[in-house]
């Protein structure tokens, strides 16, 4: 992990220090509101439907177990509306009613607190805490070096990566070191302070695209040329919300060290011509969708300008990368077992076939590693009765313990709103297994319909049209039979309560995207959405099936198309056809009768 400076910790410990004498300005009257909306906003501080949330940076997700017990803290002291705040907020929840489900049960909204929130950007969110306590949660923070900067406003937000990133298996090259100096450079950049919108940047240096990289603002991807030398596949000009665009690739070869110069040229473009006045046509992709080769021709001139005229200030030296890195060696581990890969791959085959369960433990939630007698673990965070992403204390708690028995005391966020163990011992899966079962945390379903990404949405979010989360827990609640998921598969299930599409449902194989009609929740399904992983192949946005659906319907839509898909499958070899492969052979249509006919079928029974 990276190792802040002296100057980096002074630099986070001063910002708090402002923030809380902002803060108390603001409470004395001396800063009006509006005044102070944008200090709080530059800290990770909003106030969304009923309370503050705070939305903490996680750069490229990684996180030490130090700063997972102060996250875990703040969840238990800080995260905790009063008994009225609550009670009001419940009673909103309530008038607009349970979603039905076919078994005559219901599901309906219970807002909770003490939890923490992992976001689809490898952040950590808080929907509770009161302003009048902010302060003392920035210091908190800042005592393990973490902070708010870059999660709220026009600014270039945090950087992202691939959660495998330096251990990967297809990885061509490590992009931590890059992300991390991209997160410098950008750190209140005082061009891009106020960009004419919100900015983000993925990075990856594997094959297989996890970081979502054609969605973002500006995607990097780490590749060779034929000569083998290192550089940047660059993209501009991704992002969702209500004008899903893929993002163009702008150079296919870029310079390692040419990247600072050349983002800034991208940068300054977009800061130049974007639109300022309309919010929802303001994000570089209508930009570079409306200008298309008349936009990227200007980036080429800027650039050009910027090394010729400039002296290209923000070439990245070896020396400056070697420095960065040197953060990001793999860190020393002390394994009970240190025989060769074949033993050790034995020894964890045997326990896998004493334990069914172990076994598609190991097949879900653990991946390969670069160092072939190393796992990287997943610990899901998707469980019945608790949202997906949302993580307690105590949760948080565990977590930093495995992490420090385990992984060297370091966890990752996913962008599956789960978290990552990067450096565990084969010899150490079974115990690690039974720890994290007693946790809670050992489901095995990753990747699977019930590892789904979900927004707040409606229980939280001010921007929503609907909640998302009695929807998630309604799916959750009727697919709980593992032989069931299991014979599913593979599959990307997405749920936003909005438009702003902060559940990423354009990339879900199956979308679900909360709409506001008549003052009432429903829902659009789409389908054949695909983040650009492997499993998911080409990135591209979901088609909708069909008019909107009820609350209630939403549940039976998902059974029908699921149904569709076992029927309209093939075997290949041992196992299925994935449902995005099925949906792609035999097209839209079979599932969207199945979908529309649900919704008949529910309105027939009511």
């Known amino acids: 992990m990276y190792q802040y400076t002296d100057f980096d910790r002074q630099f986070v410990k001063a910002r708090a220090s402002q923030f809380r004498d902002q803060l108390t300005r603001w409470q004395n009257g001396q800063l009006a509101e509006d005044e102070f909306k944008p200090l709080r906003l530059q800290n990770g501080w909003y106030v969304q439907r009923y309370a503050p949330m705070l939305r903490v940076a996680v750069p490229y997700g990684e996180l030490s177990s130090a700063q997972l017990r102060v996250l875990a803290k703040i969840a238990r002291d800080f995260d905790q509306p009063d008994a009225a705040l609550l009670q009001n907020a419940q009673a909103t929840q309530d008038k607009l009613g349970p979603v039905a489900l076919k078994n005559g049960q219901s599901v309906h909204t219970q807002l909770t607190k003490g939890y923490a929130h992992f976001t689809t950007r490898q952040n950590v969110q808080y929907n509770w805490i009161a302003l009048d306590k902010s302060a003392d949660v920035m210091d908190l923070l800042a005592s393990v070096d973490m902070h708010g900067i870059q999660t709220s406003g026009n600014c270039i937000r945090n950087i992202t990566s691939d959660e495998r990133a330096g251990i990967a298996t297809d990885e061509i090259a490590d992009p931590r070191p890059f992300c991390e100096i991209l997160r410098q450079w950008s750190t209140l950049h005082p061009e891009f302070a106020f960009l004419p919108r919100k900015f983000k940047i993925a990075v ?102 910027i090394v010729e005229l400039d002296g290209a200030p923000h070439t990245i030296t070896q020396a ?9 060696v793999p860190p020393t581990l002390h394994g009970s077992f240190q025989g060769d890969a074949a033993k050790v791959h034995e020894f964890v085959r045997a326990g896998a076939e004493a334990d069914p369960e172990y076994d598609r433990w190991l097949q879900q939630n653990v991946a390969a590693h670069k160092n072939p007698q190393l796992r990287a673990v997943t610990l899901s965070f998707k469980r019945l009765g608790q949202a997906p992403g949302d993580a307690t204390g105590n949760q948080l708690d565990t977590a930093a313990s495995l992490a420090d028995r385990f992984s060297a005391g370091e966890a990752r966020v996913t962008h599956d709103q789960n978290l990552l163990l990067p450096w565990v011992h084969q010899d150490d899966l079974p115990e690690l297994w039974h720890a994290a079962r007693m946790a809670g945390l050992a489901k095995a379903n990753i990747r ?32 709980q039979d593992l ?124």
């Open 448 to 479: 699977l319909l019930t590892d789904m990404i979900a927004c707040p949405g409606g229980d939280f979010c001010s921007l929503a049209n609907a909640r998302s989360l009695p929807i998630a827990e309604a799916i959750t609640r009727r697919y």
């Open 320 to 328: 400056e990368l070697d420095r960065v890195s040197a953060s990001f």
């Open 204 to 305: 990856t240096g594997a094959r297989e695209d996890r970081a979502a990289t054609f969605w973002h603002d500006v995607g990097l991807h780490l590749v060779k040329n034929e000569s083998g030398a290192l550089g940047f596949r660059f993209l501009v000009g991704g992002g969702m919300g209500r004008t899903p665009v893929i993002a163009t690739v702008v150079r296919e070869f870029l310079p390692w060290d040419q990247v600072l110069n050349y983002l800034e040229a991208v940068v300054r473009v977009y800061n130049r011509w974007g639109r300022r006045d309309n919010m929802y046509k303001a994000r570089i992709k209508i930009l570079v969708k409306a200008e298309g080769q008349r936009y990227i021709d200007e980036v080429e001139a800027e650039y050009r300008g």
């Open 483 to 606: 032989d069931e998921l299991h014979d599913i598969g593979e599959i990307d299930l997405h749920i936003s309560g909005c438009i702003n599409s902060c559940g990423h449902h354009h990339s879900g194989h199956i979308g679900i995207l909360g709409v506001d009609k008549d003052g009432k929740e429903w829902y659009q399904v789409t389908l054949g959405g695909s983040d650009g992983s492997l499993l998911s192949g080409a990135p591209t946005p979901g088609k909708v099936v069909g008019p909107s659906f009820s609350a209630a319907e939403v549940p039976e839509v998902i059974e029908a198309v699921l149904d569709t898909y076992r029927r309209e499958r093939r075997a290949e070899g041992s196992k299925s056809e994935t449902f995005i492969a099925t949906l792609r052979r035999v097209g839209l249509d079979p599932f969207k009768a199945a979908a529309n006919a649900a919704r008949f079928t529910e309105k027939q029974e009511a």
